[in-house]
Protein backbone atom coordinates (compact mmCIF):
# COMPACT_ATOMS: atom_id res chain seq x y z
CA UNK A 1 0.00 0.00 0.00
CA UNK A 2 0.68 3.83 -0.38
CA UNK A 3 0.86 4.46 3.64
CA UNK A 4 1.81 2.72 6.85
CA UNK A 5 -1.01 0.41 7.59
CA UNK A 6 -1.89 -0.76 11.02
CA UNK A 7 -3.98 -3.70 12.44
CA UNK A 8 -6.70 -3.92 14.35
CA UNK A 9 -8.06 -0.65 14.33
CA UNK A 10 -9.56 -0.95 17.35
CA UNK A 11 -9.25 -3.88 19.50
CA UNK A 12 -11.22 -4.78 22.87
CA UNK A 13 -9.66 -6.83 25.39
CA UNK A 14 -9.89 -7.66 29.38
CA UNK A 15 -7.88 -6.86 31.84
CA UNK A 16 -4.57 -9.72 32.16
CA UNK A 17 -5.27 -10.82 28.36
CA UNK A 18 -2.18 -10.36 26.22
CA UNK A 19 -2.98 -8.33 22.76
CA UNK A 20 -0.84 -7.80 19.59
CA UNK A 21 -0.65 -5.16 17.73
CA UNK A 22 0.68 -5.16 13.93
CA UNK A 23 1.99 -1.99 12.02
CA UNK A 24 3.08 -2.58 8.20
CA UNK A 25 5.51 0.54 7.26
CA UNK A 26 5.92 2.03 3.81
CA UNK A 27 7.65 -0.45 1.96
CA UNK A 28 11.25 0.98 1.91
CA UNK A 29 11.20 2.74 4.92
CA UNK A 30 14.49 1.22 7.31
CA UNK A 31 12.79 3.43 10.98
CA UNK A 32 9.88 2.24 12.57
CA UNK A 33 8.52 4.22 15.53
CA UNK A 34 5.86 3.60 18.15
CA UNK A 35 4.24 6.05 20.12
CA UNK A 36 1.18 5.90 22.49
CA UNK A 37 -1.50 8.69 22.62
CA UNK A 38 -3.93 8.59 25.33
CA UNK A 39 -7.02 10.38 25.88
CA UNK A 40 -6.56 14.01 25.91
CA UNK A 41 -2.59 14.08 25.66
CA UNK A 42 -0.17 14.06 23.23
CA UNK A 43 2.04 11.25 21.34
CA UNK A 44 4.80 9.11 24.11
CA UNK A 45 7.34 7.73 22.43
CA UNK A 46 7.40 3.92 23.07
CA UNK A 47 10.12 2.22 20.88
CA UNK A 48 12.10 2.69 17.20
CA UNK A 49 13.42 0.13 15.11
CA UNK A 50 16.63 0.85 12.37
CA UNK A 51 16.17 -2.24 10.17
CA UNK A 52 15.54 -5.23 12.56
CA UNK A 53 17.14 -3.57 15.64
CA UNK A 54 15.76 -1.47 18.53
CA UNK A 55 18.53 1.05 19.24
CA UNK A 56 16.44 2.62 21.67
CA UNK A 57 13.45 1.39 23.60
CA UNK A 58 13.52 3.95 26.07
CA UNK A 59 9.84 4.64 25.96
CA UNK A 60 8.70 1.43 26.80
CA UNK A 61 6.56 1.64 30.06
CA UNK A 62 6.88 -1.67 31.40
CA UNK A 63 8.11 -5.38 31.01
CA UNK A 64 4.53 -6.41 29.67
CA UNK A 65 5.29 -4.00 26.73
CA UNK A 66 8.01 -5.37 23.92
CA UNK A 67 7.79 -5.34 19.72
CA UNK A 68 9.53 -6.79 16.89
CA UNK A 69 10.43 -6.09 13.82
CA UNK A 70 11.23 -8.69 10.54
CA UNK A 71 12.80 -8.43 7.69
CA UNK A 72 13.23 -4.47 7.57
CA UNK A 73 9.12 -4.83 7.29
CA UNK A 74 6.17 -5.62 9.82
CA UNK A 75 6.02 -4.55 12.86
CA UNK A 76 4.15 -6.09 16.17
CA UNK A 77 4.21 -4.65 19.67
CA UNK A 78 2.71 -7.02 22.05
CA UNK A 79 1.50 -6.11 25.24
CA UNK A 80 1.37 -8.90 28.28
CA UNK A 81 -1.10 -9.36 30.59
CA UNK A 82 -3.30 -6.06 30.15
CA UNK A 83 -3.93 -3.21 32.53
CA UNK A 84 -6.68 -0.83 32.33
CA UNK A 85 -3.90 2.04 32.09
CA UNK A 86 -2.92 0.74 28.70
CA UNK A 87 -6.13 1.80 27.12
CA UNK A 88 -4.95 4.46 24.21
CA UNK A 89 -4.46 4.64 20.94
CA UNK A 90 -1.31 3.16 19.36
CA UNK A 91 0.49 4.84 16.08
CA UNK A 92 3.09 3.64 13.98
CA UNK A 93 5.63 5.66 11.69
CA UNK A 94 7.68 5.12 9.43
CA UNK A 95 10.83 6.99 7.98
CA UNK A 96 12.92 6.29 5.08
CA UNK A 97 15.68 6.34 7.11
CA UNK A 98 16.39 7.07 10.53
CA UNK A 99 17.54 9.06 13.07
CA UNK A 100 18.81 12.66 12.08
CA UNK A 101 19.42 12.24 8.53
CA UNK A 102 15.82 10.94 8.11
CA UNK A 103 14.73 15.01 9.20
CA UNK A 104 12.43 13.89 11.56
CA UNK A 105 9.64 13.40 8.68
CA UNK A 106 7.87 10.51 10.08
CA UNK A 107 4.98 8.88 8.28
CA UNK A 108 2.00 7.81 10.14
CA UNK A 109 -0.58 4.70 10.39
CA UNK A 110 -4.19 5.31 11.56
CA UNK A 111 -3.66 4.24 14.98
CA UNK A 112 -4.80 0.94 16.76
CA UNK A 113 -7.54 2.44 19.66
CA UNK A 114 -6.71 -0.10 22.31
CA UNK A 115 -9.43 -0.36 25.57
CA UNK A 116 -8.55 -2.43 28.62
CA UNK A 117 -11.93 -3.77 30.08
CA UNK B 1 13.83 18.46 31.15
CA UNK B 2 13.53 19.36 27.42
CA UNK B 3 9.83 19.77 26.55
CA UNK B 4 6.87 20.99 23.99
CA UNK B 5 4.21 23.10 24.76
CA UNK B 6 0.89 23.61 23.12
CA UNK B 7 -0.60 26.31 25.47
CA UNK B 8 -4.52 26.09 24.28
CA UNK B 9 -6.26 22.75 24.25
CA UNK B 10 -9.46 24.13 22.53
CA UNK B 11 -9.75 26.90 20.10
CA UNK B 12 -12.91 28.09 18.15
CA UNK B 13 -12.61 30.24 14.94
CA UNK B 14 -15.09 30.77 12.61
CA UNK B 15 -14.78 29.76 8.61
CA UNK B 16 -12.77 32.53 7.29
CA UNK B 17 -11.09 34.09 9.96
CA UNK B 18 -7.07 33.69 11.03
CA UNK B 19 -5.96 31.10 12.79
CA UNK B 20 -2.83 30.94 15.12
CA UNK B 21 -1.59 28.00 16.69
CA UNK B 22 1.02 28.49 19.72
CA UNK B 23 4.07 26.24 20.44
CA UNK B 24 6.97 26.60 22.87
CA UNK B 25 9.44 24.74 23.33
CA UNK B 26 12.41 23.87 25.79
CA UNK B 27 15.82 22.59 24.73
CA UNK B 28 19.63 23.77 24.82
CA UNK B 29 19.69 24.01 20.98
CA UNK B 30 17.75 24.94 18.63
CA UNK B 31 15.82 21.95 18.16
CA UNK B 32 14.30 20.51 14.54
CA UNK B 33 10.14 21.72 14.72
CA UNK B 34 7.36 20.41 13.59
CA UNK B 35 3.95 20.60 13.03
CA UNK B 36 1.66 18.05 12.51
CA UNK B 37 -2.28 17.50 12.34
CA UNK B 38 -4.36 14.51 13.31
CA UNK B 39 -8.33 14.57 11.55
CA UNK B 40 -10.82 12.40 13.05
CA UNK B 41 -9.92 8.61 12.53
CA UNK B 42 -6.31 9.16 10.46
CA UNK B 43 -3.04 9.13 10.98
CA UNK B 44 -1.19 11.93 11.56
CA UNK B 45 -0.07 14.08 8.55
CA UNK B 46 2.76 16.77 8.23
CA UNK B 47 1.92 20.00 7.82
CA UNK B 48 5.50 21.57 7.77
CA UNK B 49 9.16 21.47 9.53
CA UNK B 50 11.68 23.42 10.15
CA UNK B 51 15.91 22.94 10.68
CA UNK B 52 17.09 25.92 10.04
CA UNK B 53 17.22 29.34 8.01
CA UNK B 54 14.65 30.79 6.90
CA UNK B 55 12.62 31.38 10.31
CA UNK B 56 9.43 31.28 8.13
CA UNK B 57 8.50 28.60 6.63
CA UNK B 58 5.31 27.29 4.11
CA UNK B 59 3.58 24.35 4.53
CA UNK B 60 0.76 22.30 3.07
CA UNK B 61 -3.10 23.30 3.03
CA UNK B 62 -2.17 26.95 3.34
CA UNK B 63 -0.64 26.87 6.62
CA UNK B 64 3.23 28.61 7.79
CA UNK B 65 4.41 28.91 10.69
CA UNK B 66 7.64 31.34 12.12
CA UNK B 67 10.43 30.18 14.26
CA UNK B 68 11.56 32.20 17.36
CA UNK B 69 14.50 32.17 19.04
CA UNK B 70 14.03 34.73 21.36
CA UNK B 71 10.89 33.23 22.68
CA UNK B 72 11.70 29.78 22.01
CA UNK B 73 8.41 29.36 20.16
CA UNK B 74 7.29 27.89 16.88
CA UNK B 75 3.35 29.48 16.12
CA UNK B 76 1.45 28.10 13.13
CA UNK B 77 -0.73 30.28 11.08
CA UNK B 78 -3.56 30.58 8.34
CA UNK B 79 -5.15 33.04 7.05
CA UNK B 80 -8.32 31.93 6.45
CA UNK B 81 -9.55 29.17 7.88
CA UNK B 82 -11.89 26.48 6.00
CA UNK B 83 -14.54 23.98 7.94
CA UNK B 84 -11.91 21.23 6.69
CA UNK B 85 -9.45 22.62 8.77
CA UNK B 86 -11.31 21.14 12.19
CA UNK B 87 -8.95 19.06 13.85
CA UNK B 88 -6.37 17.89 16.01
CA UNK B 89 -3.14 19.89 15.65
CA UNK B 90 0.26 19.00 17.50
CA UNK B 91 3.94 20.67 17.40
CA UNK B 92 6.72 18.50 18.00
CA UNK B 93 10.56 18.01 18.47
CA UNK B 94 13.23 15.92 17.17
CA UNK B 95 15.03 14.98 20.50
CA UNK B 96 17.83 12.89 19.33
CA UNK B 97 20.39 11.54 17.08
CA UNK B 98 17.45 8.56 16.84
CA UNK B 99 14.82 10.66 15.42
CA UNK B 100 12.61 10.41 18.49
CA UNK B 101 9.88 12.53 18.57
CA UNK B 102 8.74 14.42 21.77
CA UNK B 103 5.01 15.87 20.73
CA UNK B 104 3.02 18.65 22.42
CA UNK B 105 -0.20 17.70 24.03
CA UNK B 106 -1.86 19.17 20.94
CA UNK B 107 -4.70 21.47 20.12
CA UNK B 108 -7.76 20.61 19.20
CA UNK B 109 -9.63 23.26 16.39
CA UNK B 110 -13.33 23.52 16.00
CA UNK B 111 -13.97 25.69 13.17
CA UNK B 112 -17.89 27.46 12.90
CA UNK B 113 -19.71 28.91 10.26
Known amino acids: GAGVSQSPSNKVTEKGKDVELRCDPI?????LYWYRQRLGQGLEFLIY????????KSGLPSDRFSAERTGESVSTLTIQRTQQEDSAVYLCASSLVGGVRGMGEQYFGPGTRLTVT | AQSVTQPDIHITVSEGASLELRCNYS??????LFWYVQSPGQGLQLLLKYFSGDTLVQGIKGFEAEFKRSQSSFNLRKPSVHWSDAAEYFCAALTDSWGKLQFGAGTQVVVTP
Open chain 2, 27 to 32: YGATPY
Open chain 1, 27 to 31: SGHTA
Open chain 1, 49 to 56: FQGNSAPD
